[in-house]
Every structure is written in structure tokens, then in C-alpha cells.
């Protein structure tokens, strides 16, 4: 290449991918199992996860996250009527292609930072989803954070990645 010419720039899909998004919802829920409720903000703690959340903990699945984007998928297969926290996701999102992150790409989330753990999971038996369209979205596109540094999150927050 001579001296002064520019470089070509070739993007792979990694490099497109969109790098910000933002929150839409945070769910909670103080049992297992069940949908979650929003909530006007989340206090995400340091190595444990949501406070007051039933799947908070000192273990790798601290924080659930899904995309409004994989939510329509399930729309568009029939199902309505679906509300922020019915897949029982702790943040519902918008605008990041999220099981497309590797394992162990940090979020910045309102004030926290998150590491991602874990793309997807199996689903539980009986999911009431699964039952109603034959499947469900969250074991193959949800995924599973836990928290690096602790602080609040709300609908409306920035999430870059880092």
C-alpha cells in the first residue's frame, strides 16, 4: 500500500454490530417461575443482581435480558397480549442484538456494568409459552449477565457496549 493512501475499510458482522441500545422495562419477581412485574427502576447489586429479584444470587445467571426485537418474533407467531417480564426477564431491551454477544462482553447498563455469562437457556418444563405456541424465545435468545460494578437502572437508560 503506498504511504498516503487510505486503508479500505472492511467490516466484518461483528463490527456492525450495533454497539448501544437502551432499556425499555425492569421486571422483578420474588418467586421463581413465575412472570415478572416492572418496576420504575432496578438497584443492581455488585455480584449478586437485581435486589429483591428471586434469581438474584452469587452465581453466573445474576440478570436476565431479552430483546423487544426477539419478543415481536414471538408476536408474529400468534401470541398476544405480551407484556415486559412475561418471558420473566429482569430487562427488556432495545436496539442490540443480544445473543450475538459473546460470553464475557461487558454491558454498560444505566450505572452498572454487566458481564455477559451465558446465551440462552433450557427452557423450564411446562413454560406456559412453549405450551401455547410450541416454543419459546428466551432459551435460544435471552441472555444471562452477571454484575461488575452495581448502581440503578431504569427504563429509558443508555446500554453501550463495551
Not at 111 to 116: A, H, S
Amino acid at each position: 500500500m503506498e504511504e498516503n493512501q487510505e486503508p479500505t475499510l472492511e467490516r466484518s458482522s461483528k463490527d456492525m454490530m450495533k454497539k448501544t441500545g437502551k432499556v425499555i422495562s425492569i421486571n422483578i419477581s420474588d418467586k421463581k417461575g413465575i412472570v415478572k412485574e416492572p418496576i420504575e427502576k432496578g438497584v443492581f447489586i455488585k455480584d449478586f443482581g437485581l435486589e429483591g429479584d428471586a434469581h438474584s444470587g452469587k452465581w453466573h445467571r445474576q440478570v436476565s435480558l431479552l430483546g423487544i426485537e426477539s419478543i415481536r418474533k414471538m408476536e408474529e407467531m400468534g401470541i398476544k397480549d405480551l407484556e415486559y417480564g412475561d418471558f420473566a426477564e429482569n430487562i427488556t431491551t432495545e436496539g442490540i442484538i443480544l445473543y450475538e454477544l459473546p460470553v464475557g462482553t461487558r454491558l454498560k447498563i444505566g450505572e452498572t456494568i454487566q458481564e455477559v455469562t451465558q446465551i440462552g437457556k433450557e427452557c423450564h418444563t411446562g413454560c406456559a409459552i412453549a405450551r401455547q405456541v410450541g416454543k419459546c424465545i428466551m432459551p435460544r435468545e435471552g441472555i444471562f449477565t452477571k454484575v461488575i460494578k452495581g448502581g440503578i437502572v431504569k427504563a429509558g437508560d443508555i446500554i453501550e457496549v463495551l
